[in-house]
């Protein structure tokens, strides 16, 4: 039976342990586009759902000599509006992908050097409200919204449950062969409801 990895320790504020989590992610479409959407992450402890408070990078002013063509690309990208870096991430790989490879860890050398110069400036902000907001805005024609329990016993007739899936790393155990780490996917675990916060996840799923 397949077993799940890759799990990281983060310190949770409901039960005050610093246990290992999961990141939760949501579904949605856009001009027929699937993107996956980090919206929750979990303890496994507690089964507590955290709000996602993630760095964006907001440009001060733009350096008068850049020492590399990725620094003043980052530059032109955050010059347009702040991002994250899994956003600035996509935007670079969407200008340039064509002029030179787009890797993460060079994308966040190249934020470090704009922040010790005063160029950048790193804010937290919650991912989750963002995440929500943007469920809800769609709300109106999405294909990966169902009925909500908790709503139905009130009588409130809407669609407003979303399914959460976490990412895992199987370990498929082979018959007369030693167990082999499978490919990495987005695995369903629990639902949650962008409009009055019902919830559930199976803890199974999460350990």
């Known amino acids: 039976m397949p077993k799940f990895r890759g799990l990281t320790t983060r310190l949770c504020p409901s039960c005050g342990r610093a246990e290992a989590h999961r990141t939760l992610y949501v579904k949605t479409e856009s001009h027929y586009k699937s993107t996956w959407l980090r919206i929750f992450w979990a303890c496994t402890t507690c089964n507590q759902l955290n709000h996602v408070i993630q760095p964006i990078y907001r440009l001060q002013f733009a350096l008068m000599d850049s020492p590399s063509l990725l620094v003043s690309c980052v530059t032109d990208a955050l010059n347009e509006k702040p991002l994250d870096l899994d956003e600035l991430v996509q935007n670079l790989r969407e200008h340039y992908a064509n002029d030179f490879e787009i890797l993460s860890s060079e994308v966040a050398l190249a934020l470090e050097y704009l922040k010790a110069r005063g160029a950048v400036k790193e804010e937290g ?5 963002r995440t929500l907001a943007t469920l809800r805005a769609r709300s109106a024609w999405s294909s990966h919204l169902s009925p909500c329990p908790a709503e139905a016993k009130r009588g409130i007739v809407s669609r407003g449950l979303v399914s959460l899936y976490a990412q ?10 030693r167990t082999r780490m499978g490919q990495l996917r ?14 559930h996840v199976d803890p199974d799923l999460l350990v």
Do not use: K, N, S, W
């Open 186 to 199: 987005l695995a369903p675990v629990g639902v949650y409801c962008i409009q009055c916060g019902f919830h």
């Open 168 to 177: 895992h790393r199987l370990q498929v155990e082979m018959l007369g062969e």
């Open 125 to 129: 902000v919650d991912r989750t409200e």
